[in-house]
């Protein structure tokens, strides 16, 4: 799957002294570029696909970073996160991100800002890094309505709230649209149903009917055919 392979990429060979992905020199980037294209047939001289990838990596390169900052948030104070390095990163990467990026004022701000927005979310998903659309792709649920069970439930913590849970019995799925509506008890004219089953009563009435008059012709024919038999 080119996505994982991207991510693999990132995490492995990825330099970590840069504000962000966007702020890698592109013949930084290009090292990325050739090892995946080692593993993969594409073109990527044509923009949309380079775009494609760039953006992938892109997305993994701030997963990384976000995994770093939870590693950050584990220790109480600046000076215990500087001395546990993130497993994996040389000290002088992760000293680095410390002191420019987790512990900088403007990281802060807008780490609060994220925050306060996803407190606003009614519900989150538990479906890790890994987007959406790999699951339908690498046929991991079946459809729309358990990639939604599969990422927003656990077997050991249950639904991550009740919202999820009803929104998952109503089939919505944010960011992917409506999907397909089961049939609801709730609002069905109880009239309606009588009449429905007075027809199938009367259907069945009449299909019964037909079978004792079949049963009668049937005996007719019978007779009938044993008399003509005595004349042969």
Same mark, same amino acid.
């Given at each position: 799957?080119?996505?994982?392979?991207?991510?693999?990429?990132?995490?492995?060979?990825?330099?970590?002294?840069?504000?962000?992905?966007?702020?890698?020199?592109?013949?930084?980037?290009?090292?990325?570029? @050739? #090892?995946?294209?080692?593993?993969?047939?594409?073109?990527?001289?044509?923009?949309?696909?380079?775009?494609?990838?760039?953006?992938?990596?892109?997305?993994?390169?701030?997963?990384? =970073?976000? $995994?770093?900052?939870?590693?950050?948030?584990?220790?109480?104070?600046? @000076?215990?996160?500087?001395?546990?390095?993130?497993?994996?990163?040389?000290?002088?990467? $992760?000293?680095?991100?410390?002191?420019?990026?987790?512990?900088?004022?403007?990281?802060?701000?807008?780490?609060?800002?994220?925050?306060?927005?996803?407190?606003?979310?009614?519900?989150?998903?538990?479906?890790?890094? =890994?987007?959406?659309?790999?699951?339908?792709?690498?046929?991991?649920?079946?459809?729309?309505?358990?990639?939604?069970?599969?990422?927003?439930?656990?077997?050991?913590?249950?639904?991550?709230?009740?919202?999820?849970?009803?929104?998952?019995?109503?089939?919505?799925? #944010?960011?992917?649209?409506?999907?397909?509506?089961?049939?609801?008890?709730?609002?069905?004219?109880?009239?309606?149903?009588?009449?429905?089953?007075?027809?199938?009563?009367?259907?069945?009435? #009449?299909?019964?009917?037909?079978?004792?008059?079949?049963?009668?012709?049937?005996?007719?024919?019978?007779?009938? @055919?044993?008399?003509?038999?005595?004349?042969?």
């Amino acid at each position: 799957m080119l996505s994982s392979e991207c991510g693999y990429l990132v995490r492995r060979f990825a330099l970590l002294q840069h504000e962000k992905w966007s702020k890698i020199p592109e013949l930084e980037k290009q090292v990325l570029f @050739e #090892r995946l294209l080692s593993k993969f047939e594409i073109d990527l001289n044509l923009p949309h696909v380079r775009r494609c990838v760039n953006n992938i990596m892109g997305g993994r390169y701030r997963d990384m =970073r976000h $995994w770093m900052y939870d590693h950050y948030l584990d220790y109480p104070s600046f @000076e215990e996160a500087l001395k546990h390095s993130y497993p994996g990163i040389c000290p002088d990467d $992760w000293a680095w991100l410390c002191h420019n990026i987790y512990n900088s004022a403007s990281f802060q701000t807008q780490s609060t800002k994220n925050k306060t927005n996803r407190a606003k979310l009614p519900y989150v998903h538990c479906g890790g890094s =890994r987007p959406f659309v790999n699951y339908l792709e690498d046929d991991m649920v079946d459809g729309e309505i358990e990639l939604f069970r599969v990422t927003h439930f656990s077997k050991k913590k249950g639904w991550v709230n009740e919202v999820a849970h009803l929104n998952h019995k109503s089939s919505y799925f #944010r960011g992917l649209g409506n999907g397909p509506h089961p049939t609801s008890n709730h609002g069905i004219d109880t009239s309606e149903v009588d009449r429905l089953h007075g027809i199938i009563s009367s259907q069945q009435s #009449r299909l019964d009917s037909q079978d004792v008059e079949l049963q009668e012709q049937k005996k007719t024919i019978d007779q009938l @055919e044993s008399r003509l038999s005595q004349f042969e």
